[in-house]
């Protein structure tokens, strides 16, 4: 079964820097999105992605965020200057269509900033 | 604004108790109603869906039926087995917002032999 693959699992970082999170969709998927889990905590919209731009994001995903899909396959949120309230696991989403198909999530990377 | 609400956990069953998980929701329209499941250190999964009004939504021996009467989804399996200790999310996709996914806070499930 397709999969929609995230590197790394998990990362540390230190505050202060950038972390760049990647997320390959499955293939023949049109929509992506980023969501993330604070610990203990209800997964929250961070950004969604069609035809090369941001089709909608949350009050979260402020200057700090950035997605980006540089090569066609690859599909990456960077945080310029991580605080340690970024801590959280994040999720990258794919679609065929649109949400109400429901996603096919990856297995989150775990971001640890210190 | 919209929003989802599931019972408290933690859950805890016996193998072979039935299972009811609550979710109702708060949404303008008519929203596309999820399941999502998460398993102990995997990402999540999508469990089962209903788009429209008394649709049943059901996968692996676990059913919802939305109720737009009761803005209500509910999950339901007759016979819970170990392996399927996790954490539920009910989720909706909003009609007028076609890129969002909204989440419940999670119900977490044990299941002991």
């Known amino acids: 079964e397709p999969e929609v693959t995230q590197t790394p699992s998990h990362q540390v970082t230190q505050m202060g820097q950038e972390v760049i999170l990647r997320c390959v969709p499955i293939s023949n998927h049109l929509y992506f999105y980023w969501y993330r889990q604070i610990l203990g905590q209800k997964v929250e919209f961070l950004v969604s992605f069609y035809n090369n731009e941001i089709s909608e994001k949350s009050e979260i995903f402020d200057d700090q965020f950035s997605v980006e899909r540089p090569d066609g396959s690859n599909f990456t949120l960077k945080i310029r200057s991580t605080k340690l309230e970024d801590s959280a696991m994040y999720f990258c989403?794919?679609?065929?269509?649109?949400?109400?198909?429901?996603?096919?999530f990856g297995s989150g990377t775990r971001l640890t900033v210190v | 604004g919209n929003s989802v609400t599931q019972m408290e956990g933690p859950v805890t069953l016996s193998e072979e108790a039935f299972l009811t998980i609550n979710c109702t929701y708060t949404?303008?329209?008519?929203?596309?109603l999820f399941w999502y499941v998460q398993y102990p250190g995997e990402g999540l999964q999508l469990l089962l869906k209903a788009t429209k009004a008394d649709d049943k939504g059901s996968n692996k021996g676990f059913e919802a039926t939305y109720r737009k009467e009761t803005t209500s989804f509910h999950l339901e399996k007759g016979s819970v087995q170990v392996s399927d200790s996790a954490v539920y999310f009910c989720?909706?996709?909003?009609?007028?917002?076609?890129?969002?996914?909204?989440f419940g806070p999670g119900t977490s499930l044990s299941v002991i032999p």
């Open positions: 989403a794919s679609s065929e269509q649109v949400s109400s198909y429901g996603y096919t």
């Open positions: 949404a303008t329209g008519y929203p596309s």
């Open positions: 989720a909706l996709s909003e009609e007028t917002s076609y890129d969002k996914v909204i």
